[in-house]
Nanobody, 126 residues
Framework: QVQLVEPGGGLVQAGGSLRHSCAAS????????MGWFRQALGKEREFVAG????????YYADSVKGRFTISRDNAKNTVYLQMNSLKPEDTAVYYC???????????????????WGQGTQVTVSS
C-alpha cells in the first residue's frame, strides 16, 4: 500500500524559510512523478510545484516561482519543498501527491494525482 507521510509543518515569520519533506513507501518511488499542493482556509486546493521521476524537470506555480524549490532524493524515497521568502499568503495546509502513471494532462490538474499525503499546516505571520 502506497503511503505518503509528511512530518512537521510549522509557524514562521514573513521572510523566513521552511523545508517540507514527504516520505513515500509501498512502491518504487524512483518511477513516479510527484507534486506539492496547498489549500488555504476557505479556498480550493492549488498546485504549487511538480517534479519528474528523475528530478531533472521541475514545474512551479507563478505565485511561488523564484521562492520555492522542489527536489527529490530517490535513494531516500523522499520529495522536498524548500520555501524561502515566505509571505502571509503562503499560509495553508501543504500536501504532497503522486501523479497517476501515464497521465498526460496538465501538471497542475488535481485529477492527475492518485495518492496524497495527510497534509501539514504552514502558517506565516506578518
Amino acid at each position: 500500500q502506497v503511503q505518503l507521510v509528511e512530518p512537521g509543518g510549522g509557524l514562521v515569520q514573513a521572510g523566513g524559510s521552511l523545508r517540507h519533506s514527504c516520505a513515500a513507501s509501498g512502491h518504487t518511488f524512483s518511477n513516479v512523478r510527484m507534486g506539492w499542493f496547498r489549500q488555504a482556509l476557505g479556498k480550493e486546493r492549488e498546485f504549487v510545484a511538480g517534479i519528474s521521476a528523475t528530478g531533472g524537470t521541475t514545474y512551479y506555480a507563478d505565485s511561488v516561482k523564484g521562492r520555492f524549490t522542489i527536489s527529490r532524493d530517490n535513494a531516500k524515497n523522499t520529495v522536498y519543498l524548500q520555501m524561502n521568502s515566505l509571505k502571509p499568503e503562503d499560509t495553508a495546509v501543504y500536501y504532497c501527491a503522486e501523479r497517476r502513471p501515464g497521465f498526460a494532462g496538465r501538471v497542475a490538474d488535481l485529477y492527475g494525482y492518485q495518492y496524497w499525503g495527510q497534509g501539514t499546516q504552514v502558517t506565516v505571520s506578518s
